[in-house]
DNA sequence: TCTGGGGTCCTAGGACCC
DNA sequence: TCTGGGGTCCTAGGACCC
């Protein structure tokens, strides 16, 4: 902890909905939810008009619908939302160059940094306010929310109390007393399992935890984040704000409308997705050791199997082989409704390949691998596949789906019909929009 | 038809090495 | 005739964050 509030954390309210509300003047004072769309999606960001229906972040689509029927249903515009943290983050770096993006739309500012005067608590508020006012003008309209403190943990803590568009600077010296009040909760890592273990001890608030001895807490929560808390409930932190990290993994998944039974067709999938890793890698010129599958079955039980590599690599071909043996170890008859891949063990070399293409297995190109659609279906039309791959739904009713099998390669393709349930017929994930 | 996607960090056990 | 101690790597799972 430093002895002046030279740390501030930058939040920019409900984000995505924000920037969708910027672009969009019609859902302006509206309630907008971004998130997933489809049967099992979850709401990412939900705007403030939303917010009064208690719609909030993390909350299956299903149920925002139910508490707000009339809001904007978004799936969201990565492109857009990027954009304007990009312009953000460049304010955040014209004040100092010490800055700490934590997503898309937080990041800490070291304002000792910055070449104010001083770091009084006059000048760091004159510089949060000024800050505040440029975000708004460069994203065309967004607020942010601003917490200032002589801590990354209490900067933290104190841009959530004055959400949206405030402000909250926390005078050196009254951290404790701001904190001990405070329900556990507030303190970043401590999620619902946390809360619930040191609720059972009795332990609600930071006060409460203050009064807990370090070696007890250490027994209760394991080593890490029993000494952190310990800490944190003093007020003490040190960690500095940290330009770069290096990403640790990449990885791609996907949780699909109904449960996959098909081998055939999770192979596909898993292939699809490893060279989408490995496309991502070779992007952001790294390559990696350990492939590692992820897998959740109907019952929301997840499993994963890794196997690290003898030397890194970007290949897709080379981490789907891994990642379809890898899937072979598990047992999946009661259906998927998720699958993943990523890599780890990241380096930012490539072993050259010195012996050529391990012989023996083909690639599964024949797998039911549907291609993304490439014309324009009905409005309103499902987008549907099966072995045969992509097709749209024709016409449904009395328990039955009548699906045409076309595709830009091949119109007009066969129609076949399909009992509603049957296994075989999957809905396409919607494209990416991003 | 409750429960996304892309990440980070931690724990614990076993293998293996010195 | 019982049985070190530490360190590193690997694997699987879990909690948490936005």
Known sequence: MRTTASILHLDLDAFFAAVEQRDKPSLRGK????????GRGV???ASYEARKFGVGSAMSTREARARCPHAAFLGGRFHAYRETSKRVMQVLRDLSPLVEPLSLDEAFVDLAAAGLPDLDVATVTEAGERLRASVHEVTGGLTATVGIASSKF??????????PDGMTVVPPGTELDLLRPMKVTVIPGVGPATAER??????HTIAELERVGEDELVGLL????????WRLARAQDSRPVVVEREAKSVSVEGTYDTDITDRRLMEGLLTRQAKEVGTRMRKN??????????????DFTTLSRSSTLSSPTDDGSTIARVARSLLGDLDTTGGVRLLGVGMSGLADWVQ????????GEEEPEDVVLPEPPRRSWPPGADVVHDEMGPGWVWGAGSGVVTVRFETAETPPGPVRSFRADDPALHRFEPPAED
Do not use: M, N, Y
């Not at 309630?31 to 489809?38: D, E, S």
């Not at 394991?222 to 808390?229: E, F, I, K, V």
């Open 31 to 38: 309630p907008v939810i971004v998130g997933g769309t489809g």
């Open 43 to 45: 709401v990412s960001t």
């Open 154 to 163: 209490l900067a933290k803590v104190a841009s959530e109390l004055d959400k």
């Open 198 to 203: 040191l609720r059972r001890a009795g332990i």
């Open 222 to 229: 394991g080593q890490a984040l029993g000494q952190g808390l």
């Open 285 to 298: 010129g790294t390559s990696g050791r350990t492939v590692t599958i992820k897998v959740r079955l109907h």
């Open 352 to 359: 050259e390949d010195l012996f050529g293409d391990e012989p």
